[in-house]
């Protein structure tokens, strides 16, 4: 009979307790972020998709269409297309098609880089109403800005 | 002006009080459901709807057009007249329990000599509705809800009625409006602490509100006896739940709060409706906070603390109750 | 309880429990044959989220197969890339530096207290309890951030490489860790008060089922589930990799072996992790993050395994190599394989709700089962 009535009290008085936690967070703020109209500050180290880097000597990109990274890509969504020009060293990038549907942003291209062409940008809000929205030109965002 | 003339005036008056009650059963439920919403944000520590209206007051507008527009889905080898009887069957007796509620002094449909009786009837056949859509929804799911509720509110009937009879003891009358009238010295709710904690209990069970929300579980039973049910019909039974709610703690305030009284604010002549009003959401405002806080309790568990706790004890309370008012 | 003990023929009706269910945390179909409420078979159907994921571990060279380790338990996909990461290094001998093997710890630890603020919440999501999992997302937040601001993705990293790890941490990664720190243990009294002495908690989980060491394993039961038993099999112990033979940490170990004990354990866990995280960062060594390794990296002929504590218990990889670059066969074991095969013996003669308890007590991550 004590044991009853003690587990009774015992249980009541967990769930006041409980009940207490509860209402103390209603009196807290909200810790979340009203995201349209607020938005966080996205950390600089986060990876987006790629893309190419702007030189600030030459004004352009580093890409040299060594293929590295097209080789590399274990998802395969990486095609470099570049082209013999007269007057210039080596190939000369015509086109960088990223397939983004396929990338899982392992960053492996980004290292096997030999002159640091390639980053990630820091792009996060990503919708489309195709697949092909998804399918950048690298070459095309860099020269659009 | 002429017809409304001529109508006997206590047609009249059922014919506004069904208005009146209709409206008011659609506006709680508008409000509830906001107010349930913005509550678990908080609680949660998020702000809850926003986006529609200022402060997302209109989300429910919103989502109650959205329910309407919906197709009605009605699954294949299931009994169609009852599936559609079953929504309206939840509905239809909670607009009929309005009659008895004493909102103030002067605002009630009709002080029947057996108020408490008949509300506390009729507010049972929602179990009825409970079981009609769980039978005939033709899956396992909905059945195992339907079980559920019924086995649920057939035992916690039993220490409900037994702590609302103490307090019938005391003012040795089944109306609602005696019911206040003779709490103008002390509320019941100082004399009869057990009786009334006991009953908020079983009232959210009845209800069947979280941590007794067993018939809707949604994590075992997917969404329980209203798994099939879409549109209209589903914001039906949503409708019935929150009546349901504003019911059960009317009866508290009425029984065992004072009813309408409280000091007279400014607004003389409406003061009481406001504090049955006020004192009605109070305790509707802990059995949202109870929901966002506990975990739902076993079935077997629910039964076993209803026949090894409540019962019990609401017994004993019921007898001291009864030796005390005969000395 | 008991029907009966199999002598007559049990009549039950089947209950589709999935794939599309509230609580079976993904794609998991678990068919039921019911007796009322109660449960007399269980029998999980698997399958609804396979990938190949081994195949495709054979059919390109490794360095291609790291960003898919992250996607098996994407839950605490660190841990996870560990192992991998850990297989290539015992094969090709590449040793990461110290400094890189400290920062793998720590992010290691930080995944998996973050796997386990997720099994919290979701197992009181399961229980019926709503609120508790925006707390333990409140501060699983605080980690992904942390997480975000070094690896820079916040669910499936791809951060360790062979010979270190992709980026080295700062000053400022040192100190919101430490304000974590801090935050998490204070954060531990609110689960106190709202869930461990919580009487509907207690008696939703206590003395349900016992799960027995020799259940345990003769089902090959490892992690949280099996510690909470009374065996102290922790992987980081037993048998430590990578750096955790320098740390003070304990294995938190239950008696019972029912899901309270399991679930005090992944709490206890989730404390003794943040004491390898601090131990960690008072003597993070200074040096290089990342081994200068070969470009073109071949796996010597023949084969080695190397395995790792996950969140969820023994994770490990074996790998066979013919030499080339890519592996000649890659077999992944995952915890919750194993984990998940004990229910149609634990859950026989079972309610319903209990059963839906016993799944959430599991964490079970589907993806990392399908694989």
Not at chain 2, 167 to 193: D, E, G, K, N, Y
Not at chain 3, 207 to 230: C, E, F, K, Q
Request: aromatic residues 12%.
């Amino acid at each position: 009979m004590k044991e009853y009535f003690t587990q009774l009290y015992i249980g009541a008085k967990s769930l006041l307790v409980g009940l207490g936690v509860t209402f103390r967070a209603l009196l807290h703020p909200a810790v979340t972020v009203h995201y349209p109209r607020e938005k966080l500050t996205i950390s600089p180290n986060f990876h987006g998709h790629t893309l190419l880097v702007k030189d600030s000597e030459t004004g352009t990109h580093r890409c040299i269409v060594c293929m590295q990274c097209d080789l590399n890509c274990p998802s395969n969504c990486i095609t470099v297309v570049g082209e013999k020009r007269e007057g210039s060293k080596g190939k000369t990038l015509t086109a960088y098609h990223l397939d983004f549907t396929k990338c899982s942003l392992c960053g492996i291209c980004v290292e096997v880089c030999p002159t640091q062409a390639l980053d990630f940008s820091d792009e996060y809000e990503l919708a489309g109403f195709s697949r092909e929205e998804f399918h950048y030109n690298l070459l095309k965002r860099l020269e659009e800005g | 002006m002429e017809t409304v003339g001529t109508l006997p005036p206590q047609l009249l008056r059922m014919i506004l009080s069904a208005v009146v009650v209709i409206a008011f059963v659609f506006m709680n439920g508008l409000l509830l459901g906001y107010l349930e919403r913005k509550l678990a944000g908080r609680f949660q520590l998020r702000p809850g709807p926003m986006e529609v209206g200022p402060q997302g007051m209109l989300q429910m507008v919103a989502d109650a057009v959205k329910l309407i527009g919906k197709q009605f889905i009605i699954p294949r080898q299931s009994s169609t007249t009852l599936f559609r009887l079953a929504p309206f069957l939840a509905f239809v007796p909670v607009g009929v329990s309005f009659i008895v509620i004493p909102l103030s002094s002067k605002l009630q449909v009709l002080d029947l000599d057996m108020g408490l009786i008949f509300i506390i009837a009729v507010m049972a056949f929602n179990m009825v509705a409970t079981l009609v859509a769980g039978w005939v929804s033709n899956n396992k799911y909905a059945l195992f809800g339907a079980v559920r509720s019924v086995a649920q509110g057939v035992a916690y009937e039993i220490p409900m009625l037994l702590s609302l009879v103490t307090v019938v003891l005391l003012t040795h009358s089944f109306s609602m409006r005696a019911m206040v009238l003779s709490q103008s010295h002390i509320w019941h709710v100082f004399m009869q602490p057990v009786a009334f904690v006991i009953y908020f209990i079983a009232g959210l069970a009845e209800t069947h509100r979280a941590p007794f929300d067993l018939p809707e579980a949604e994590s075992e039973l997917t969404a329980g006896f209203h798994t099939e049910f879409s549109g209209i019909c589903f914001s039906f039974f949503f409708l019935a739940e929150y009546t349901n709610m504003f019911f059960v703690c009317s009866i508290a305030v009425t029984l065992f709060l004072g009813g309408w009284s409280g000091p007279p604010l400014p607004w003389m002549e409406y003061s009481g409706a406001i504090w049955f009003m006020l004192k009605v959401y109070v305790l509707l405002f802990i059995m949202i906070w109870i929901r966002w806080t506990f975990p739902r309790v076993r079935f077997d568990q629910l039964l076993n603390f209803c026949w090894k706790y409540l019962t019990p004890i609401a017994l004993l309370n019921l007898l001291i109750t009864a030796l005390v008012v005969k000395l | 309880m008991t029907t009966n003990n199999g002598n007559e023929k049990r009549q039950g009706f089947y209950l589709n429990m999935g794939p599309q269910h509230p609580s079976t945390h993904g794609v998991l179909r678990v068919l039921l044959e019911m007796d009322g409420e109660y449960v007399l078979e269980a029998e999980p159907v698997l399958g609804y989220g396979h990938r190949i994921q081994e195949k495709m571990g054979e059919s390109r060279p490794w360095k291609g197969f790291m960003p898919n380790t992250s996607r098996l338990d994407y839950v605490g996909a660190l841990i996870c890339t560990h192992g991998y990461i850990g297989l290539i290094e015992r094969m090709t001998g590449i040793e990461a530096p110290l400094r890189a093997e400290y920062i793998r710890v720590i992010t290691s630890e930080l995944n998996r207290i973050s796997s386990h603020l997720l099994w919290l919440g979701a197992f009181l999501l399961d229980l019926g309890a709503f609120t508790p999992i925006m707390y333990t997302f409140d501060d699983r937040e605080q980690i992904l951030d942390i997480l975000e601001d070094v690896t820079g993705s916040r669910l499936t990293y791809c951060y360790f490489r062979v010979g270190g790890v992709n980026r080295d941490i700062d000053a400022t990664f040192i100190a919101k860790t430490r304000a974590f720190i801090e935050r998490l243990r204070s954060r531990f009294r609110i689960y106190h008060d709202l869930v461990t002495t919580n009487i509907i908690f207690i008696k939703r989980v206590q003395d349900i089922v016992h799960l027995t060491p020799d259940m345990a394993m003769r089902y090959g039961i490892t992690g949280p589930l099996l510690r909470s038993t009374g065996v102290g099999y922790d992987i980081r112990k037993s048998e430590p990799y990578s750096v955790y033979a320098d740390f003070d940490f304990e294995v938190p170990v239950g008696t019972s072996g029912d899901c309270l004990e399991v679930y005090l354990v992944r709490l206890e866990e989730m404390e003794q992790s943040l004491r390898i995280i601090e131990q960690a960062l008072d003597r993070l060594p200074d040096g290089p993050h990342l081994a200068k390794t070969p470009k073109k990296l071949p796996l010597p002929q023949g084969d080695a395994s190397f395995s790792v504590e996950a969140a969820r218990g023994e994770f490990t990889y074996y790998l066979v190599s013919d030499g080339s670059e890519v592996p000649y066969r890659l077999k992944i074991r995952s915890p919750c394989f194993s984990n998940l095969s004990i229910l149609p013996e634990l859950c026989r003669d079972m309610l319903l709700s209990d059963l839906v308890m016993v799944l959430g007590t599991l964490d079970l991550v589907i993806p990392e089962i399908d694989r």
